[in-house]
């Protein structure tokens, strides 16, 4: 049996990272395997996840993914786990458009308890008709009990105990206000080794817990699920099949294709596609489900744009986003990389570029301080983060009648654009316009979007797009 449980808090910077993170180490410790997974298109968190419990967090999103997908990645990515542990997303009830697309309609969904983090820095038994509220609001959520975040002493933590029981809320322990643990939220120009540096704060947190919070209660309280037999993800390389052009490719007319085994009889590939993927410390905002979709249907491989010389070779080339403003004079300093990169798009190779992936195929990227460095120069603008304007929100992109779901986060703003963007619509979660472009050149496609494609429907989808 699989415990799961689902952690949310009131709002925002309550604390739900902290509590789930030291959690997982706690866990950890305990040598109970844990998966981690996070309600929302964030890419920060993941990383902590993996830094805490040394598994990734995997993206469950009910805005860029199907019910049948969300239910998927639990089966896959936790099958061998102990505990699925679900990080939610700001507080329990927000979402693009009321509560859709929040942690409560996710844990109504899974039908998963919530174990609720209250930040009692600042209040005491005010915190029982607070609870109480979050508790009564929708009663398809259960909330499983609380936890307190920073708590100022036993006393203080005795008033607290004393509000959940006269509500009748189970009330798990607390951490106390620690000194010199906050944990970054989405920061955006926070970068891989930055998170390395919170390798010690964790380990304070979960020594804290284990002290102060009954982790046994919390797992008994969880959601008990049978575990699956999962399927091996299968090799196309390794099949002697004779695969059609993604051209034919018409997902469209069949809503509920969803196995592998009727992917490749209806709509095979002319041969498996070997995917090479950037990943290093300036490009690494990845959907792990990107990548099973690239592994079910051929090989991946990975580089590096600021170490390697040359691409590995590959048919397909997948520029993520990442951090590409905090390594301007390596990546233009890699003038062979940029050089291989440039003459694969210029000789009909494929790329797909998102945010900080599409800036490196630009002409430049301008620093704060605006000196340009110079980058890939196959798309006719440049990116600048000299005036930095926050571009936030889920995003519907159309592409010829193809519908891709994404999201877009990003400083940066274009600049000497003279590039001519596809025939493409891009709206907002409540399908207000966006002034957000999609390019083409060749069969090189790039965006602010960060699309999700984790099957193989939406990859083979992609790959039609950018092909033709």
Known sequence: MIQQLIISAPSSNAGKTTITLGLLRLLKRKNITVQPFKVGPDYIDPKFHQLAC????????????????????????GNDAQVNCIEGVMGLFDGAQKDKGSTAEMAKKLKTPVLMVIDAKAVA?????????FVNFDQEVKIMGVVFNRVGSERHYAMLKEACADINVPCFG?????????????HLGLNILDIEKFDSVIDQIAAELDKTVNWKAILEASKKVTSKTILEKKSIANKNINYLDASSLDINTKPNFNLEASLEELY??????????????????????????????????YFSPLHDNVLPACDFIYLPGGY??????????????LN?????GLNDGQIYAECGGMMYLGKAIKAENNEAFTMVDYFDFEASIAHKKLHLGYRTSKVNEQ????????????VNDNETATNATITNARGGETTTKIYKKNKVMGSYVHHYFGTSEKLLQLINQIKY
Request: aromatic letters at 12%.
């Open 54 to 77: 040394s598994k990734v967090g995997v993206n469950l999103d009910l805005f860029m993914m199907s019910e049948n997908e969300i239910n998927t990645s639990l089966n896959y990515d």
């Open 125 to 133: 038994y005010s915190v029982a008709p607070l609870i109480q509220g």
């Open 174 to 186: 607390y951490l106390s206000n620690l000194k010199n643990i906050e944990i970054p939220s989405r």
């Open 268 to 301: 095979p590939l002319a041969a498996p596609i070997k995917f090479a993927v950037a990943k290093d410390e300036a490009f690494n905002f990845i959907y792990p489900q990107n990548i099973s979709a690239m592994q079910t249907l051929g090989e991946v491989s």
């Open 324 to 337: 590409p403003e905090s390594y301007l004079k390596e990546l233009s300093g890699n003038t062979t990389m």
């Open 340 to 344: 291989s990169i440039k003459e694969f």
């Open 403 to 414: 519908i891709f779901k994404g999201h877009e986060f990003h400083y940066s703003s274009l």
